[in-house]
C-alpha cells in the first residue's frame, strides 16, 4: 500500500465496489482538486495526482510492478472492474505539498535507501537548498517511515506514518532517524516536470469503463489517446462532456437554493440513485428529486425547493 | 387586573367548578407573556404541520410551555399540589423535547437524513407526563417546600439545556450558512439567551432563599429565617431579569417563528 500523505480528508474509505469512476473523476476536474485520491484495493494500489483539477500523474502499482500515467489509468478500470472490495480515498493538499507529493510518485531517485548513517545528513539538506529541489525525502525503518516535503529547496511539511495529516514539527521524523539501521531516499522533480498536462484529457476514461463494463473479462477497448500534439484541443464525446456539465449545473442549481448543503445533499442522492446518468430513468428521477426535496425543507421555503425541483428537471432533460 | 368577579361568575354557571375565596389578581405584563406563548405555541405547531418530524419535537415543547404558563394562571393552581408537581415535571419536559429537536436538527446537517416519526414524539411526550403523574402519585402529597424543590430541579434542567442549545444553533447554523433558513435557526441562539437569563436568574434567587417562593413559606411558618442579603442590589438586579427575561423569551420566540415562517413561505 502507498503511503502517502494525507491532506485535508475530501472523501474517506469510500467502497469502490459503489464508485462510478468516470463520474468521481469529474467530480475532482470540477472541484478544480489540488491534491491526491487514492484506490486502495486488496492486491494494489492506484494514486491520481490533481493540480487544479487537472491530472497530472497517476501511479499504479500491483505485484511490485508500477504502471505510470495512461497505463496505469487503464490498469485502475480494469482493477475496479474486476474487485468488489477496497477504499477510495481524496485528499487535498496546498500547491506545495502536492509537487512535494508529486515528487514522491514520480521524482527521480536521487538517493535510494541509502543508509542514514551511512551520509551527512546535514550536506544533503544543504543541497536540497541549494539545488532548490522540489521532493520528497523519505526515511524508513522497519517499523516506521517519515517525510520531509520540499518545495524550491525549501521545507513544507513533514509525515509519518502514525500521523492524520501533514505537520509543521519535525519531532516524529527525527524520531525515526534516530531508530537503528534508518534508511533514506530521495525523489525529487526538476521545473514543471510533468505538471502540465492533464491525463483526462489524453485518455478516454468514460469510453474505458464502458467497454469495461460491457464484458468485464473481455480484453480492454483501445483507450482513446491522444497524440502530443492533439493535446491543445481534446474534444470529448458529446454525451460524456454532457452528463458532467449536467451535474455541475445540477449541483450549482442545489447550491444557489440551499446554500453549502445544497452541493452535499445533490452528491449524496446521486450517489443513491447510481450516479447522473441514472436519472435518465424517469422512475429514478423522481426518487432523487423527492429524496433532495424530502431534505430540503429543513432549509428553505417551499417555493425555492419547488423552483429548484422544477429547474433540475429542465437540466436532466439535457442528458 | 383583578378577576375574581369574573371567576366567581364562572363558578355559578359552571356548577362542579370549586369556589373561589381568594382575590384573583393578575400582573399585566403576566398576561402579556403568555399570550407571547400562546401565539409561540399556535405558530410552531402551524409551522410543524407537514414539515420534518424536529420541528414536532419543538413545537410540543413550545406548547408545553405555554401550557405550563397558562396553568399559572388557573386560581386553583397552588390548590392541588400533585398537579402543580406534574406542571413543573412538563415544564421539564419541553425543554427536553426542544432540546431534542435541536439535535435532530444539528444530525440532519451532518448526516442529510431524516428519520424517525412524529408518533414517537407524540407517544413518547404522553409517555414522559404519565411518567411524572405516576411519580408524583406515587409519592407522599407535595408540600409547598416540596413544590420549590421541584422548581429549582426544573429551572436546573433549563438552565443546562438552554446553555447546550446554544451551542447546538449555532452549530447547526455553522454548517447550514448560506441557506434560506439559516438566519432563522439563528435567532433561537438569542430566545435561549433569554431563557437562560430568565431561568438561570430564578436560579440564582432560589438558591440562595431569595425567592418569593421561600418569602412566602417563612412567613406562612413563622421561621425565624431571615435570608441574609435579600435586600441587596442582586436581589433586585435578579428579580428584574427574571421578569425581563422572562417576557424577552416570549417575544423573541413569536418573533423567530413569525421570521421561519416567513422565510418558508
Redesign the interface.
Known amino acids: 500500500m502507498f503511503l502517502l500523505p494525507k491532506g485535508k480528508p475530501l472523501v474517506e474509505n469510500f467502497p469502490i465496489a459503489k464508485l462510478q469512476l468516470p463520474e468521481a473523476l469529474d467530480k475532482l476536474k470540477n472541484g478544480k482538486l489540488t491534491g491526491c485520491a487514492i484506490f486502495d484495493f486488496p492486491a494494489s494500489d492506484c494514486a491520481l495526482i490533481y493540480e487544479e483539477g487537472r491530472l497530472i500523474s497517476v501511479l499504479m502499482r500491483r505485484n511490485k510492478i508500477e504502471e505510470k500515467d495512461a497505463d496505469a489509468l487503464r490498469a485502475l478500470v480494469d482493477q475496479i472492474i474486476l474487485t468488489d472490495s477496497g477504499s477510495f480515498n481524496v485528499y487535498g493538499f496546498t500547491k506545495d505539498v502536492n509537487q512535494a507529493v508529486l515528487a514522491l510518485i514520480r521524482g527521480v531517485k536521487v538517493l535510494d535507501r541509502q543508509e542514514l548513517k551511512m551520509i551527512d545528513f546535514k550536506n544533503l539538506r544543504e543541497r536540497i537548498k541549494n539545488e532548490r529541489m522540489t521532493a520528497t525525502l523519505k526515511i524508513s525503518t522497519d517499523q516506521s517511515v517519515g517525510m520531509i516535503l520540499y518545495r524550491d529547496g525549501e521545507t513544507v511539511g513533514f509525515f509519518d506514518d502514525t500521523a492524520d495529516a501533514i505537520e509543521n514539527s519535525p519531532a516524529k521524523v527525527q524520531q525515526i532517524a534516530t531508530l537503528p539501521g534508518a534508511t533514506v531516499d530521495l525523489m525529487a522533480i526538476r521545473g514543471t516536470d510533468g505538471v502540465n498536462q492533464d491525463l483526462s484529457a489524453q485518455v478516454n476514461i468514460r469510453s474505458l469503463w464502458a467497454s469495461a463494463k460491457g464484458d468485464v473479462f473481455a480484453a480492454p477497448e483501445p483507450a482513446n489517446v491522444f497524440q502530443p500534439q492533439a493535446v491543445a484541443a481534446p474534444q470529448p464525446p458529446p454525451v460524456a462532456a454532457n452528463s458532467a456539465e449536467v451535474e455541475t449545473a445540477i449541483i450549482a442549481i442545489a447550491n444557489a437554493s440551499l446554500g453549502k448543503l445544497g452541493k452535499t445533499l445533490v452528491d449524496k442522492e446521486l450517489l443513491n440513485a447510481g450516479g447522473i446518468k441514472a436519472l435518465k430513468d424517469e422512475s429514478k428521477l423522481r426518487d432523487f428529486l423527492n429524496a433532495v426535496e424530502k431534505s430540503s425543507i429543513l432549509l428553505a421555503s417551499a417555493n425555492k425547493i419547488k423552483e429548484m425541483r422544477n429547474a433540475i428537471s429542465l437540466e436532466v432533460e439535457k442528458l | 387586573m383583578d378577576f375574581t368577579s369574573f371567576f366567581q361568575y364562572l363558578t355559578t354557571i359552571i356548577p362542579f367548578l370549586p369556589k373561589i375565596y381568594n382575590p384573583v389578581v393578575y400582573n399585566a405584563s403576566d398576561l402579556v407573556l403568555i399570550f407571547f406563548w400562546f401565539v409561540a405555541a399556535v405558530i410552531s405547531f402551524y409551522f410543524s404541520y407537514g414539515?420534518?418530524r424536529?420541528w414536532t419535537s419543538v413545537s410540543i415543547g413550545f406548547f408545553l410551555i405555554f401550557w405550563g404558563q397558562a396553568y399559572l394562571l388557573n386560581p386553583y393552581a397552588s390548590s392541588y399540589f400533585r398537579v402543580t408537581a406534574v406542571h413543573t415535571i412538563i415544564g421539564a419536559v419541553s425543554i427536553l423535547l426542544i432540546s431534542h429537536g435541536f439535535q435532530e436538527?444539528f444530525l440532519?446537517?451532518k448526516t442529510?437524513?431524516?428519520t424517525g416519526s412524529k408518533r414517537t414524539i407524540y407517544l413518547a411526550t404522553i409517555g414522559a407526563i404519565v411518567l411524572g403523574i405516576i411519580f408524583v402519585s406515587l409519592n407522599p402529597k407535595p408540600s409547598l417546600f416540596v413544590l420549590r424543590n421541584y422548581r429549582m430541579a426544573e429551572n436546573t434542567v433549563w438552565l443546562f439545556l438552554s446553555i447546550v442549545n446554544i451551542f447546538v444553533v449555532l452549530k447547526i447554523y455553522h454548517?447550514?450558512?448560506?441557506?434560506?433558513?439559516?438566519n432563522g435557526i439563528l435567532s433561537f441562539v438569542l430566545v435561549f439567551f433569554f431563557i437562560v437569563i430568565w431561568k438561570g436568574s430564578e436560579l440564582y434567587l432560589q438558591l440562595y432563599q431569595w425567592d418569593p417562593a421561600w418569602q412566602t413559606l417563612v412567613e406562612e411558618f413563622d421561621f425565624n429565617i431571615q435570608s441574609e442579603g435579600i435586600d441587596g442590589a442582586m436581589v433586585k438586579i435578579a428579580t428584574t431579569m427574571s421578569s425581563a427575561g422572562a417576557m424577552l423569551s416570549g417575544l423573541s420566540v413569536v418573533g423567530t417563528f413569525a421570521y421561519l415562517f416567513k422565510?418558508?413561505?
Open positions: 414539515n420534518a424536529l436538527y440532519f446537517t442529510l437524513d431524516i454548517e447550514i450558512k448560506g441557506s434560506p433558513i439559516a422565510l418558508v413561505r
